[in-house]
DNA sequence: CTACAAGTTCAAGTTAACTTGAGGTCAAGC
DNA sequence: GCTTGACCTCAAGTTAACTTGAACTTGTAG
């Protein structure tokens, strides 16, 4: 166990985010250091996996408390409702997303002068409204 | 042309969001109204399916400046080569939130205490920690 | 005609997620 | 033993995207 825990700079390399967010990161409680040597944070290698998860999390949608949450074991057991409520939230974005990436490629071809002129968009755009309107009610 | 444009107030209603960030996307360019009766605004219905392709965009994780130079012709034409870049950015997106998703449903089921100890979830991680490695190269 | 609901403006406030800066600590190399 | 570079703390600043509040205007219903 001694000898392998990681000091911030590594961290930060390792990450690719800067130190200011990982000691953000840790007062927040997202992610924990080992202990200190002298004044300096040790890292279990460990954190690396969890920064990614974390940034996949901010990606998706989600905010550090909700983050916090979702993969810290805080209480006694992780919630599996909540879970599962979170991964239909982003299998819904995800089909939203296909829309958007498909109107965007599709404005990149369209010789329409303005995207909200041509039926198509129009089409596309309509569908995703429909869906959104249906998250609205659901709430 | 005269009689079918909407007040705010309908707007709202259609749209779902309030009137404060109605005129707020004005200020910003985000849409337009059509005129003043009096002192209130007029709204083309069209509106309502731009507010949602707005809507849409900030699920994508985009701000509003980039949507504003998506979506409306601004200058002489729409930058396509902006529309293909995104397109494949929101692409990029949808891949990972996949990952997400999966490693949402796993960890509402696996039986591990920590989602950081189960193996299979793991393997997951590590796989979207690749795509985002690959993704902070490629700035 | 006047009351009221639904608009309006404009400045200031809010929240999340960081970042910055000033000033201090410490281990290592010269 | 002194300088340097990498780290530290803590308070304050920043940005995006809105929201709130106070004070004003207007069309419509009674």
Redesign the pocket.
Known sequence: MLGKDM????V?ERSGL????L??YEEKGLIRSTGR?????LFDPDVVDQLALISLG?LAGF???EIGKMFTPSGPHVDRELLLEKAGEVEQTIRQLKVIAKGLLHAAQCPAPSHLECPKFQRMMRGAVKIQSEMRERR
Chains 1, 2 share one sequence.
């Open positions: 000091d911030i700079g590594e930060v800067p130190a200011s967010t000691r953000y040597q002298g004044i300096r944070r901010r905010s550090l408390d």
